[in-house]
């Protein structure tokens, strides 16, 4: 038996999944049990940190590439690296043969590929005598289409753009999208984090945007919701979208919704990837069986096509990305995205503290009228205090 610690028994769209998926490995390999410890997003981190404290921790568990450097700092994941085949991790493009030979650790491979994109409701976009997007999104189209949404929209209780926050602490990410527009976001530029000329323009930009259109903040199940009964007109989001919103919609994805280009100043509108994980915690008695699982979720094509089709993640296999299954509209849109997918270092353990103090920035000049620059100056100097001393 091994104890699998995973998040997406939490919603009613997510448990028959999850059931399923754990009915094919089940079968698949008669020799593994596979026991399920339910938690929630939310609480996952806290009730992990609870079973490994207590010695009793899952062998197998499901996280995202934001927590995986504290956990793997603290010494509570196994090296996946010393488990997986060679073949599997290069194949799969986790680890060079050099950076194999070279002994670079490896603690946990994903899922499936998870880009953040813009989606718009195809009810809104149609009331708002929006026929066409624009096949390279710049941000004055961008900014030209939530306004028409906002002159289409009935009034009150409507909005262009919903802004996911207040959720947890890495809403930072949310506006990630617009960041990436200006070549801005987190940990660029020659040594600085966030105090960079390419940020200021793109919080000026978010400022002026956010202070023109109808722009709702609020978590990310309101912004869902509203989004789904044509209360809002665009969002960003991750592919699991798409099994979340079985709850309010009804039929085929794309009927309802449109993945968009996100928006840039340049020709390429880079993306982020929120990668769901599995890894294996070092606590582990069943390191063999819990290798074997992770192999089978991730590599067996019968049973991550039917997964992957079902939570709307992309395989991380480039073969299995061309399968009849993964050439619908809305997939086809999330490859070209993966083409301007940038790295986003998650390396460091000190990453969640730092999302925290860049969220405050977010919230301060955006909602509290701080001074962008002086801003910006001051989390970069408590930020590298985190990183670098």
Known sequence: TIRF?????ESPQGKPILDNLLKAVNETLPAIHVELIPTTFFSLKKDLINLISSGSAPDVVQMTNVWTSYFSSIGALARLDEL????????????????????KPLYSVPIGLSPIVH??????????????????????????????????????????????????DVDFLGINIFLAAFGGGFNIG??????????????????????????????????RKMFAH?????????????????????????????????????????????????????????????TKFIELVTGNNRISETFLNETGMLPVSL??????????????HLKEHLTYSAAFSTQHPMFEKAMQFCKDAVQRILYEGADINQELEEKEYYLKMLYFD
């Open 190 to 223: 020659k040594g600085k984090l966030i105090n960079t000329p390419e940020n200021v323009r793109a919080f000026e930009w978010l400022l002026e945007f956010i202070n023109t259109h109808r722009i709702i903040a609020a978590d990310i199940f309101t912004i």
């Open 84 to 103: 997986l085949p060679e073949e599997y991790i290069v194949n799969n493009v986790l680890l060079s043969k050099k950076e194999l030979s070279q002994g």
């Open 230 to 290: 044509g209360k809002i007109g665009i969002i960003s989001d991750g592919p699991w979208f798409k099994y979340l919103m079985r709850e309010h919609v009804q039929g085929d994805f794309d009927k309802w919704f449109t993945l968009m280009h996100n928006p840039a100043v340049p020709k390429k509108g880079y993306t982020w990837e929120y990668n769901h994980l599995l890894s294996i915690c070092s606590q582990s008695q069943q390191k063999q069986a819990a």
């Open 5 to 9: 610690l995973s998040w997406y028994g």
């Open 319 to 332: 073969i299995q990305q061309e399968t009849p299954v993964f050439q619908t509209k809305s997939y086809n």
């Open 119 to 168: 989606i718009a409701n195809n009810e809104v976009l149609r009331k708002s005598g929006i026929s066409q997007l624009p096949e390279k999104m710049t941000l004055d189209a961008f900014s030209s289409i939530c306004k028409k949404i906002d002159a289409g929209l009935p009034g009150k209780g409507y909005y262009s753009y919903g802004l996911s926050w207040f959720s947890s």
